[in-house]
């Protein structure tokens, strides 16, 4: 009985060994998609001259600080507050954020103010609005 058991643990192993492998190499793709859009996201601030960020690490810390320069592996932070530079590794990285408001937003509060002063110069509009003032027939 004892051999079975082991025996049929033993072949479990075996079967599902290269499995985990397969998982482990589907987690390192998304981790390398990951890379590739937060170094191009820093790219493209440094280009834009928008190098406010605010960078959340994988272990959760948070940095706040300019983007000074970039490279294939990391970029340099300079901290806002100490004013010291932090060199920080693309794969350590889990999301930038700029300052400021997202586009999203700014559409929502435009959106927001048209639609109010519509509302209220239709609404004063029909309160001064009287199609009988001078009578039906002219």
């Known amino acids: 009985m004892k051999r079975k058991l082991s025996t049929l643990l033993l072949t479990l192993v075996l079967t599902y060994l290269p499995?985990?492998?397969?998982v482990?190499?589907?987690?390192?793709v998304s981790e390398l998609k990951q890379m590739a859009r937060v170094r191009s996201d820093i790219?493209?601030?440094l280009?834009?001259?928008n190098t406010h960020v605010r960078v959340k690490l994988r272990n959760g810390q948070e940095l706040h600080g300019l983007v000074?320069?970039?490279d294939d592996r990391g970029?340099?932070?300079?901290?806002?507050?100490?004013g010291d530079r932090i060199e920080v590794a693309y794969s350590d990285v889990v999301a930038v954020k700029g300052r400021g408001l997202s586009t999203a937003t700014k559409i929502?509060?435009?959106?927001?103010?048209t639609v109010g002063l519509v509302v209220t110069i239709g609404a004063l509009s029909m309160r001064n609005f009287d199609p009988f003032k001078h009578g039906v027939l002219r």
Do not use: C, E, M
């Open 19 to 22: 499995f985990a492998r397969l």
């Open 24 to 28: 482990k190499a589907q987690t390192s």
């Open 43 to 45: 790219r493209k601030r």
């Open 47 to 49: 280009s834009d001259k």
């Open 68 to 70: 000074d320069q970039a």
């Open 75 to 82: 970029f340099h932070l300079v901290d806002g507050r100490t």
């Open 108 to 113: 929502g509060i435009i959106t927001a103010v």
